[in-house]
Every structure is written in C-alpha cells, then in structure tokens.
C-alpha cells in the first residue's frame, strides 16, 4: 500500500465525517450542535491527509522511506488497553485508570525505564485531573476510592 492511497483513504474518510456532522448539525460557536466537533476533526483531518498526500507527490520515489514491519502484537496490546481502558474508567475513576493506562503503554509497549514511565504516567494523570476537575469543573469519573 502506497503512501498516496492511505493519504486518499484518510481524505475521504474525513470528508464522510464532515458530511455526517452536517446531518446531527453544527449550531455555532458560541452554541455547538451535536456535529460540531466532529465536523472540526474530519476536517483537520482532510486539511493533514492532504498536506501528506501533496507532499509524497512531491517528492521522488528514492526518498520515500519505506515503513516497516507492522508490529500486530503491540498494535492489539494498544487497542485492548484502550477497551479496558474504557471499561474500568466508571469503575476506578479517571486517575487510577489514566495512571495504569499509561504506566502501561510507557512501560511495556514503549520499553521506556520504568521509573521514567510511573513519573510521566503520574504527572500526566495528575495534571488532565487538575486542568479538567479543578481548572475547567468537568466532572470526571471518581470511581470506587473517590478519586
């Protein structure tokens, strides 16, 4: 699969979400509609996918890198984290979940040391806690210790 086609791919794929996004309505500004933010991303989305697609027409086949090797096992890791990730947020609350998520994708899917990932993982949840809960007052799962 070329770059262009994944690029054509990502293209039409934001279109579709603009186009659908139109249909829940978009309201306005100061009062968004149900399609607002999702009109906003299939178009960032458009505008990004059309930025790769001029720029690997672009350029020549010699400096076109080539990827390499889908690594599935990771991938899978990744998307079954997300699932529990989703199920165990009601459950545990936003931090202890946002913590071992990303404990977890650092430590083990990334290989970072793992006193660098619990530091990160800390202060990542940490901080989206206070920025959400205190800063901006969005209610986020407290879960089953209060937090």
């Known amino acids: 699969m070329t770059i262009v086609s994944v690029a054509l791919f990502w293209v039409a794929l934001g279109i579709l979400v603009c186009y659908g996004a139109t249909r829940l309505g978009l309201g306005s500004v100061t009062e968004p509609g149900s399609g607002f933010i999702f009109f906003w991303s299939g178009l960032i989305l458009v505008v990004l996918s059309l930025m790769v697609l001029v720029e690997s027409l672009r350029s020549s086949e010699e400096t076109v890198q080539k990827t390499g090797e889908m690594n599935w096992v990771k991938i899978a890791l990744v998307l079954l984290s997300l699932v529990l990730y ?3 947020l009601e459950r545990l609350g936003f931090v202890l979940t946002t913590f071992v998520l990303l404990c977890f994708l650092l430590g083990w899917i990334e ?3 793992w006193t660098r990932s619990l530091g990160i993982a800390s202060a ?3 901080g989206s806690f206070a920025i ?4 901006l007052k969005i209610r986020l799962p407290k879960g089953i210790f209060g937090f």
């Not at 959400?132 to 800063?135: A, I, K, V």
């Open 124 to 126: 990542a949840a940490l």
């Open 111 to 113: 290989r970072t040391n």
């Open 132 to 135: 959400f809960e205190l800063w």
């Open 86 to 88: 989703g199920f165990f």
